[in-house]
């Protein structure tokens, strides 16, 4: 078990172990969580930083002792606002990578922020109806390549070194499969480039495609929705049964396995549409790279009717030598499972205030009690759509063994009502509802906050009080420290440890991308996507109404610490 623990003692041990070269955790105290932070120390370079998903920097020039120094670099702008800067940037060998609205791909000097090179691409004018608009969360880099999944439907491989685009493969049709665009960047498990198709909120069918990461050769896809299991979805109901897979997955190359999440089912709120559990919809998934065979699913959420995306990013530990995935959902529950066989370890809430289910069983995974919305009838749920967290991801520190997360606490009045899905335009959502409003909790205030918790156990360390939800990705990294940004724009530095908030910096513009860190010429930086947007404020301004008048942005800020 990962120990949790405010003695001085224990965080002495940890330093100690650190300092003799055991950089994961404690071994000395028969406590493990390996993994890859020590390979390339001085870039960020995939979207979690490494496999494991812990977004940790090992590097530590900048501290909780120094970061009162810290400056402003450099600034680089996009030119392009529209639905704000998403992206996690990606740092290697001293190139920062990241792409703006709308599939603008920038190579820049991480020193300097100086533009190396800029691709625009060139879009099908289908883009310009779709729902899903401008936004992308990031691009891949390896091969020689930038690899970057386009809102019209493809998959995209330019040259490293010069922007110049190498191939293009098309992999989906939106005139025919509405919503089926990459809002993610494809990630690379060896030769092979796989991702998944936007949302679970339109009339598809979620797919995972890979692609020949070389050649752009189309490989396998990957069919989420079990449709030939009549009794998980009757009749036609999986033709339109939603389920994509729209972040990042990971890819582990111990045992060669992709992990990666799916999303609600669709309708969203309406089960009758698709009565039985729905697979494999709200599950995790592991997948052999080479063939897109699945090795084992897990299904979180069965027929799941509250809209609880499983997509997350699963957390990988080894905890007394056991490998285990740590997974949220919007449920407002982590699951900690089996990494070899999906088994369940543990469960447990992140959210205060649940009532979709009285419980889930910790040991089984069951839900308990669970609340079926009556048709035409006002139901207030908790979590609400966009979950106890939204899509942003936490951040692990395996010095601390903590792992810091947003969350929030918001419900839904949701009141259930058939929808034809042939009526449903390509911008149009399939979500079974006739009223659907974010609304506080019952007898509350809405609320948000950052979490430092045991990741196994769910135990609390320290939690810091938001008066908006933040809706960026946490890092954190060996100096100690936790970085955050909240829709305002301010970015906070807080003290790994104890939560003491010890800097913070307002860029302006809320964040709703990745902070990372990296090294040049032997100094650090931190590098933060700045600038507000996507649907999220749109779908929480009725529980925080001041979320509706923050100022858009787009824009990438570096720094590091004063000479």
Not at 241 to 253: I, K, Q, R, V
Not at 319 to 344: A, I, M, P, Q, R
Not at 364 to 373: A, F, K, P, Q, Y
Not at 439 to 460: C, F, N, Y
Request: aromatic share 10%.
């Amino acid at each position: 078990m990962i120990l949790i623990d405010g003695d001085r003692e224990v965080i002495k041990i940890k330093k100690l172990a650190r300092s003799i070269g055991i950089t994961s955790t404690i071994a000395l105290l028969g406590v493990t969580a390996v993994n890859a932070s020590s390979e390339s120390p001085n870039d960020w370079p995939q979207y979690h930083r490494t496999s494991d998903a812990w977004r940790y920097s090992p590097l530590d020039q900048i501290n909780s002792d120094n970061i009162n120094r810290l400056k402003v670099a450099w600034i680089h702008q996009p030119g392009d606002i529209q639905m704000g800067l998403q992206a996690t940037p990606i740092v290697v060998d001293g190139v920062a990578y990241y792409i703006g609205p709308n599939n603008n791909v920038f190579a820049l000097e991480a020193a300097t922020g100086k533009q190396i090179w800029h691709y625009q691409a060139d879009l099908d004018a289908i883009v310009d109806e779709v729902f899903y608009v401008a936004a992308s969360r990031g691009v891949t880099v390896g091969h020689g390549n930038v690899y970057i999944g386009s809102l019209d439907g493809r998959f995209i491989a330019l040259d490293q070194k010069t922007g110049k685009e190498k191939w293009s493969t098309q992999i989906t049709d939106q005139e025919k499969c509405y919503g089926c665009l990459f809002s993610s960047p494809p990630q690379l498990a060896g030769d092979v480039l796989f991702g998944g198709t936007t949302g679970g909120d339109q009339p598809t069918q979620g797919k995972i495609f890979a692609v020949n990461a070389i050649t752009g050769e189309r490989m396998w896809t990957f069919d989420i929705l079990k449709k030939d299991d009549p009794q998980s979805w009757p009749g036609d109901s999986g033709e339109v049964g939603g389920s994509g897979a729209w972040l990042p997955g990971t890819y582990d190359e111990k045992t060669d396995t992709i992990f990666i999440g799916t999303s609600n089912a669709a309708p969203d709120f309406y089960g009758a549409e698709r009565e039985g559990d729905n697979k494999y919809s709200a599950s995790l998934l592991a997948i052999e790279p080479k063939t897109g065979k699945l090795k084992w699913a897990y299904q979180e959420i069965p027929h799941d009717v509250w809209d609880y995306d499983s997509a997350y990013e699963a957390l990988s530990l080894n905890v007394n030598g056991k490998d285990v995935l740590v997974h949220l959902n919007k449920s407002g529950y982590v699951f900690v499972l089996e990494k070899d066989t999906g088994k369940v370890e543990n469960v447990w809430p992140l959210a205060e205030n649940i009532n979709f289910v009285k419980g889930i069983d910790p040991k089984t995974g069951e839900l308990i009690g669970r609340v079926d919305m009556p048709e035409g009838k006002e139901t207030t749920i908790c979590p609400y759509l966009l979950g106890a967290r939204s899509w942003n991801h936490g951040a692990y520190n395996p010095d601390t063994g903590l792992w810091y997360t947003n969350a929030m606490e918001v419900c839904n009045i949701v009141v259930p009502a058939p929808q034809e899905h042939e009526n449903v335009g390509i911008a149009g959502l399939y979500l079974g509802v006739s009223k659907l409003v974010a609304v506080p909790p019952p007898g509350k205030k809405a609320s948000a906050r950052l979490d430092a918790r045991d990741p196994i156990t769910g135990r609390l360390k320290w939690s810091v009080d938001y008066p908006l939800p933040g809706l960026g990705s946490v890092l954190t990294t060996g100096g100690n420290l936790v970085f955050n940004g909240d829709p305002y724009g301010v970015i906070h530095g807080y003290n790994a440890e104890n939560g003491k908030e010890i800097w913070n910096f307002n860029a302006g513009s809320g964040l709703r991308g990745g902070i990372v860190s990296y090294s040049v010429n032997g100094k650090q930086y931190i590098l933060a996507a700045t600038g507000f947007g996507s649907h999220a404020p749109g779908f929480m301004a009725s529980a925080f109404p001041e979320v509706g008048g923050l100022p858009g942005g787009a824009a990438l800020v570096a720094f590091t610490l004063e000479d």
